[in-house]
Nanobody, 115 residues
Framework: VQLQASGGGMVQAGGSRRLSCTTS????????MAWYRQAPGTQRELVAS???????EYAASVKGRFTISRDNAKNALYLQMNNLTPEDTAVYYC??????????WGQGTLVTVSS
């Protein structure tokens, strides 16, 4: 299974960005997919997740600003990020977990938010 993340870049505070993650297999094969992020000097943290039943969860720091979604036909995962702040600057990783609880990771895409 391969995951390819894209959509990172530089954005000004208050702006928006949409991240995409395409998979080599069907998203139906995963029980859950998620976005994580890692800022310099910090541990990787869960940003948002979505299950096969489209149940979503968000980190408190992004709730109300970020939206995770999935396009089954395109085998893609998205993260719409609005009202970005410099604290959102990080490398964002997409993650997929299958029914054997094996985790697969994309290569990461850097989002830099300037003040």
């Amino acid at each position: 299974v391969q995951l390819q993340a894209s959509g990172g870049g530089m954005v000004q505070a208050g702006g928006s960005r949409r991240l995409s993650c395409t998979t080599s297999g069907s998203v139906f094969s995963f029980i859950a997919m998620a976005w994580y992020r890692q800022a310099p000097g910090t541990q990787r943290e869960l940003v948002a997740s979505i299950t096969q039943l489209d149940s979503t969860e968000y980190a408190a720091s992004v709730k109300g600003r970020f939206t995770i979604s999935r396009d089954n036909a395109k085998n893609a995962l998205y993260l719409q990020m609005n009202n970005l702040t410099p604290e959102d600057t990080a490398v964002y990783y997409c993650n997929a977990r299958n029914h054997r609880f094996e985790d697969f990771w994309g290569q990461g895409t850097l989002v830099t938010v300037s003040s």
